[in-house]
């Protein structure tokens, strides 16, 4: 059996997946949106991130996680990255091999694989085709240049299967594709 990879991307309507000077979740977290969170942080899962997702969210204060944290910290979590030395949180290790490293992980297939953030290894992943689910969670706003990292820049054509849509909190939307491999339709 083989393991799945879901990339999760929290973006503006306009496609920024962060921005600066703007709160976490670009403001909006609610009620909905929190349960989605930590249903999905109970799941069983080995967490990929990068090096600045994950120095942002190692030193976040405990009160954040809010119930959470326990969770959170007994996930797996594989930080890529070419400059991090070491890292602290617990169940955390450093990988420099992106790609070879995900295969094999897939290849496994013990344990789903997800993203947190890293739109540098979301873009890779989806280059080499190792994406099986892309999760967007678009909040409704414009980012305009208060946005700090479009989305889906340099990512190549790509078809895109719905899977699901869901309403989160009134007004954001969380949509699930599965990449089809295929090229998209052309004139």
Do not use: C, H
Not at 58 to 84: C, H, N, Q, Y
């Amino acid at each position: 059996m083989a393991g799945t990879l879901t990339v999760d991307l929290f973006i503006s309507v306009d496609g920024w997946a962060g921005s600066d000077g703007l709160p976490g979740y670009f403001g909006y977290l609610g009620p909905d949106l929190a349960e989605w969170n930590a249903a999905e942080s109970a799941k069983p899962q080995r967490v990929i991130m990068g090096r600045r997702t994950y120095e942002a969210l190692a030193s976040l204060p405990d009160a954040a996680w809010g119930d959470t944290r326990a969770g959170v910290d007994a996930l797996e979590k594989i930080v890529f990255s070419s400059s991090l030395e070491s890292v602290d949180w617990p169940n955390t290790r450093i990988s420099r091999d992106l790609i070879p490293e995900i295969t094999g992980l897939k290849a496994d297939g013990d344990v789903p694989l997800r993203t947190w953030g890293s739109m540098s290894i979301a873009r890779q992943l989806l280059k080499a085709g190792l994406v099986d689910r892309l999760r967007i969670m678009m909040f409704p706003l414009f980012a305009g240049d208060a946005g700090r990292e479009p989305a889906f820049s340099g990512v190549a054509s790509d078809e895109l299967e719905l899977v699901s849509q869901r309403v989160l909190d009134g007004r954001i939307l969380l949509i699930e594709y599965r990449p089809t491999g295929n090229d998209i339709p052309r004139a």
